[in-house]
């Protein structure tokens, strides 16, 4: 099948399949790529599939093989359910065969670089939360990593390639996605197509402060997880800029099926957040790095400071929003 193109990657009940025996399955077996889990989008004789979650990106609708313009099937993947460590490990198990991880050194990185076994890449301001203490996990780990220190002004010419390139334009979702170019960029550079990422866990497991607070945690988790596909996009449209792809265990079906059937009081409970996740972590990692609370990347990178202090440099004193519009705006020419 000369003309079947493949991006990302595809497991077939938890095992790696080569290009070669997805083509052999397209041309004998059709029916079994319904159960194709992984991060891909496939196109071939006028007919496209894409994964169940939407992770990698494609001019089809996510988990749909599309034909000629007419869904044809859909890829909706069914592994056995396990525990939530048996996930995890199987998750990252299937995606570290290649790339590179990125590590800011909070407890869904730290476990994911971890398991992974990989190269790691931080990246971050001078002296940076984020780059500080992924120096001091990629110790505790024992693994390689290397430290990108990046500048305001590299963060200046970036804002407008990055702004143009992500669905929603606000200023938390491109303080994230200024922070994946730079991982993306260093990928790309050094010859990695594919950036192992912990993206994905907060939501699953309550991570963010705001769920300590809420009424309405089981409601606040569900909305926020139904939001990740938008975050994938986001995520994946900045990787492309540099000829890469985020993949993410904590979006495998195994991983996202066993932390559903977590119930979320177990998540947060008694100022605590992430439990389960840390739980399995600490068996893993040093417990000072399962049981970190680390800060958001925009806020660790150091990169949030430098956007508040161009919008202001900008005219933009009491709205970063207004700033991030005017630079949409600006980049489409209006």
């Given at each position: 099948m000369e003309s079947l193109q493949v991006t990302g990657w595809i497991e077939l009940d938890g095992r790696l399949l080569t290009v070669q025996e997805i083509g052999h399955i397209i041309l004998t077996d059709p029916g079994s790529m319904s159960r194709f889990g992984g991060e891909f989008f496939l196109s071939w004789d006028g007919c496209r599939a894409r994964d169940h979650f939407g992770v990698m990106q494609g001019d089809c609708r996510k988990g749909t093989i599309t034909c000629n313009g007419t869904v044809k099937g859909s890829v909706t993947p069914d592994p056995a359910d396990v525990p939530l460590e048996e996930a995890i490990i199987t998750a990252v198990r299937l995606r570290c065969g290649e790339g590179v991880t990125a590590l800011s050194g909070g407890v869904d990185s730290s476990l994911v670089a971890k398991l992974a076994g990989r190269e790691c890449v931080a990246v971050g301001l001078r002296d940076s939360h984020d780059l500080l203490h992924a120096k001091h996990a990629a110790t505790l780990l024992g693994l390689s990593c290397t430290y990108v220190e990046i500048?305001?002004?590299?963060?200046?010419?970036?804002?407008?390639?990055?702004?143009?390139?992500?669905?929603?334009?606000?200023?938390?979702?491109?303080?994230?996605?200024?922070t994946q170019y730079f991982i993306a960029r260093w990928a790309g550079k050094h010859g990695h197509r594919r950036v192992i990422t912990g993206q994905g866990a907060d939501e699953l497991f309550g991570g963010y402060q705001r769920y300590r607070k809420t009424a309405t945690l089981?409601?606040?988790?569900?909305?926020?997880?139904?939001?990740?596909?938008?975050?994938?996009?986001?995520?994946?449209?900045?990787?492309?800029?540099?000829?890469?792809?985020?993949?993410?265990?904590?979006?495998?079906?195994?991983?996202?099926?066993?932390?559903?059937?977590?119930?979320?009081?177990?998540?947060?409970?008694?100022?605590?957040?992430?439990?389960?996740?840390?739980?399995?972590?600490?068996?893993?990692?040093?417990?000072?790095?399962?049981?970190?609370?680390?800060?958001?990347?925009?806020?660790?990178?150091?990169?949030?400071?430098?956007?508040?202090?161009?919008?202001?440099?900008?005219?933009?004193?009491?709205?970063?929003?207004?700033?991030?519009?005017?630079?949409?705006?600006?980049?489409?020419?209006?």
């Open positions: 500048t305001a002004p590299e963060i200046e010419a970036a804002l407008p390639v990055v702004v143009a390139v992500i669905p929603k334009k606000d200023p938390v979702s491109t303080g994230i996605a200024l089981a409601d606040d988790l569900a909305r926020d997880i139904a939001g990740l596909e938008e975050q994938a996009a986001r995520d994946q449209s900045v990787a492309a800029l540099h000829g890469a792809h985020l993949s993410m265990p904590y979006l495998d079906m195994r991983v996202v099926r066993a932390a559903l059937a977590i119930p979320a009081c177990e998540k947060v409970h008694a100022g605590r957040h992430k439990i389960p996740l840390r739980t399995v972590a600490e068996r893993h990692i040093p417990a000072e790095l399962a049981w970190y609370g680390k800060k958001a990347m925009q806020y660790g990178s150091g990169i949030w400071k430098v956007l508040q202090k161009l919008a202001r440099k900008n005219g933009y004193k009491t709205s970063m929003q207004d700033y991030i519009d005017h630079i949409s705006q600006v980049d489409h020419g209006h």
